[in-house]
């Protein structure tokens, strides 16, 4: 079987927190592969694990889809003070032809074009994908589940930092679908539940989700917050009263234009600009709105404002309005270079960790722990991969073994194959989720 058939089965999809189907991505020709262990999200702990332990699996994956796409290099990017990554990785390259590229500690390095252009030189166009430059990019995890897939293996497990208000701070590896209640129980909550909020990715691009839900595919880290920290406060203002405030205080300083990470890509975007045309659509050129599609949300435009508002929601505004018209990116330029000032400008992540007061829940040595029995209960979220839901294989009633494809793509559709990540029996199924009591469960 090919790779990309294999991937396919294994019901593998970016586990970086975008859930782009792995098989989709490997089936191309490019010159160049590289591995994503940047990680550049503050308090995400979960690729430097996956490196460290893991090293010898993310080798052989990054191998693997170097020979299916016939790319002539490797490359695993990390950060150059992830010292012990480095050392696992390097003892199981050995002797083979993988480059790593040790990068500065700055946000967002972990972003696929940015990284691109840190490690090559290259500049994806606007509104592209690596692809176009002749690179595929995969996270770190991503590869180590190729590498088991090429084994028989499907996903059925995932790597997950655990951090914030609990006792016990700790990358884990559970069951996809594991509850969050049942992580947080296990991690030692320090507030009741009624206090607590939890954010599903990092701090700067995660968003608020409900404490009901469950570890997907894609859930790269679990952040536990009080709901009156600052952090959470901000990601709670609603979208209408953040545009009229904009609409009304932006003093046009520029600074989040001097730090989108876009903009210094080359890329045609000006966040000052579209905060100008909340406030005098009249005046502003259309390339002004057309740039919505060119934001990545990494919300550093937020992190520089000195007035608190937030140019990545209203472009996030913006871009919604004009995809529910139909609209079309017009904003395709091939830069063939990044902006003058790009290697001046990156923004440290430990100046984005204090600026939302995170810095008593920052740890760069967080252990790695498995959980040691399942969870009774786990809950397959259908729509976690980009693309169209799974189509569910079973009904309530039916037992099922770890490891079972219980929902696969819909045909021609993009999506991703699902297993069942516990063996038990299915107690619900509905358009986007399947329950699975696990079989020793109470």
Same mark, same amino acid.
């Given at each position: 079987m090919s790779l990309v058939n294999t991937v396919r089965e294994a019901g593998i999809i970016g586990a970086g927190g975008a859930g782009f189907p792995a098989h989709v991505k490997v089936d191309c020709a490019v010159e160049m592969v590289?591995?994503?262990?940047?990680?550049c999200e503050p308090l995400l702990n979960t690729d430097q694990r996956v490196m460290e332990?893991?090293?010898d699996e993310v080798v052989d994956g990054l191998l693997k889809?170097?020979?299916? !796409?016939?790319?002539?290099?490797?490359?695993?990017?990390?950060?150059?003070?992830?010292?012990?990554?480095?050392?696992?990785?390097?003892?199981?390259i050995g002797e083979r032809e993988v480059e790593l590229a040790l990068?500065?500690?700055?946000?967002p390095s972990g972003d696929e074009q940015i990284l691109v252009t840190e490690i090559t030189g290259r500049v994806v166009p606007e509104g592209g994908?690596?692809?176009q430059v002749g690179i595929v990019v995969c996270n770190v995890a991503t590869l180590m589940n190729m590498s088991r897939a090429v084994r028989g293996q499907v996903v059925t497990t995932k790597e997950v930092t655990l951090v914030g208000e609990i006792d016990q701070p700790q990358v884990t590896i559970c069951p996809v679908g594991t509850p969050i209640r049942h992580l947080l129980q296990l991690a030692g909550p320090k507030l009741p539940d009624e206090e607590l909020v939890v954010i599903d990715g990092g701090p700067m691009m995660g968003n608020i989700v409900?404490?009901?839900?469950?570890? $997907? $595919? #894609? #859930?790269?880290?679990?952040?536990f917050l009080s709901k009156h920290?600052?952090? !959470?406060?901000?990601?709670?203002?609603p979208m209408e009263w953040m545009l009229r405030r904009s609409a009304a205080a932006c003093c046009q300083c520029r600074d989040c234009t001097e730090v989108c990470s876009r903009h210094l890509q080359g890329h045609r975007i000006q966040p000052h600009m579209i905060m100008r045309g909340l406030a005098y659509p009249e005046r502003v050129h259309d390339q002004a709105m057309f740039s919505a599609f060119l934001c990545s949300q990494c919300g550093l435009c937020e992190f520089a404002c000195p007035l608190n508002l937030s140019p990545k929601m209203a472009y996030a505004e913006v871009l919604k309005t004009m995809r529910a018209k139909g609209v079309q990116n017009p904003l395709k330029n091939a830069p063939t270079e990044p902006h003058e000032f790009n290697a001046t400008r990156k923004i440290d992540k430990r100046r984005l960790t204090r600026r939302y007061d995170l810095e008593q829940y920052d740890s760069h040595s967080l252990p790695l722990r498995r959980l040691s029995a399942p969870p009774p209960m786990v809950g397959i979220v259908l729509n976690q991969a980009i693309g169209t839901p799974s189509v569910t294989l079973v009904g309530v009633g039916d037992l099922v073994t770890k490891g079972q494809l219980i929902a696969r793509i819909a045909d021609g559709k993009l999506g991703a194959n699902h297993h069942a990540s516990v063996a038990g029996r299915v107690v619900r199924v509905d358009s986007n989720l399947i329950l699975i009591a696990e079989q020793n469960a109470g």
């Amino acid at each position: 079987m090919s790779l990309v058939n294999t991937v396919r089965e294994a019901g593998i999809i970016g586990a970086g927190g975008a859930g782009f189907p792995a098989h989709v991505k490997v089936d191309c020709a490019v010159e160049m592969v590289i591995a994503n262990g940047a990680e550049c999200e503050p308090l995400l702990n979960t690729d430097q694990r996956v490196m460290e332990h893991f090293a010898d699996e993310v080798v052989d994956g990054l191998l693997k889809v170097q020979e299916a !796409v016939g790319a002539k290099r490797a490359i695993i990017g990390l950060k150059a003070h992830y010292h012990e990554a480095i050392a696992a990785l390097r003892k199981a390259i050995g002797e083979r032809e993988v480059e790593l590229a040790l990068l500065k500690n700055f946000y967002p390095s972990g972003d696929e074009q940015i990284l691109v252009t840190e490690i090559t030189g290259r500049v994806v166009p606007e509104g592209g994908i690596p692809l176009q430059v002749g690179i595929v990019v995969c996270n770190v995890a991503t590869l180590m589940n190729m590498s088991r897939a090429v084994r028989g293996q499907v996903v059925t497990t995932k790597e997950v930092t655990l951090v914030g208000e609990i006792d016990q701070p700790q990358v884990t590896i559970c069951p996809v679908g594991t509850p969050i209640r049942h992580l947080l129980q296990l991690a030692g909550p320090k507030l009741p539940d009624e206090e607590l909020v939890v954010i599903d990715g990092g701090p700067m691009m995660g968003n608020i989700v409900s404490l009901d839900g469950y570890v $997907k $595919k #894609t #859930t790269s880290g679990l952040i536990f917050l009080s709901k009156h920290h600052e952090l !959470v406060r901000w990601k709670q203002i609603p979208m209408e009263w953040m545009l009229r405030r904009s609409a009304a205080a932006c003093c046009q300083c520029r600074d989040c234009t001097e730090v989108c990470s876009r903009h210094l890509q080359g890329h045609r975007i000006q966040p000052h600009m579209i905060m100008r045309g909340l406030a005098y659509p009249e005046r502003v050129h259309d390339q002004a709105m057309f740039s919505a599609f060119l934001c990545s949300q990494c919300g550093l435009c937020e992190f520089a404002c000195p007035l608190n508002l937030s140019p990545k929601m209203a472009y996030a505004e913006v871009l919604k309005t004009m995809r529910a018209k139909g609209v079309q990116n017009p904003l395709k330029n091939a830069p063939t270079e990044p902006h003058e000032f790009n290697a001046t400008r990156k923004i440290d992540k430990r100046r984005l960790t204090r600026r939302y007061d995170l810095e008593q829940y920052d740890s760069h040595s967080l252990p790695l722990r498995r959980l040691s029995a399942p969870p009774p209960m786990v809950g397959i979220v259908l729509n976690q991969a980009i693309g169209t839901p799974s189509v569910t294989l079973v009904g309530v009633g039916d037992l099922v073994t770890k490891g079972q494809l219980i929902a696969r793509i819909a045909d021609g559709k993009l999506g991703a194959n699902h297993h069942a990540s516990v063996a038990g029996r299915v107690v619900r199924v509905d358009s986007n989720l399947i329950l699975i009591a696990e079989q020793n469960a109470g």
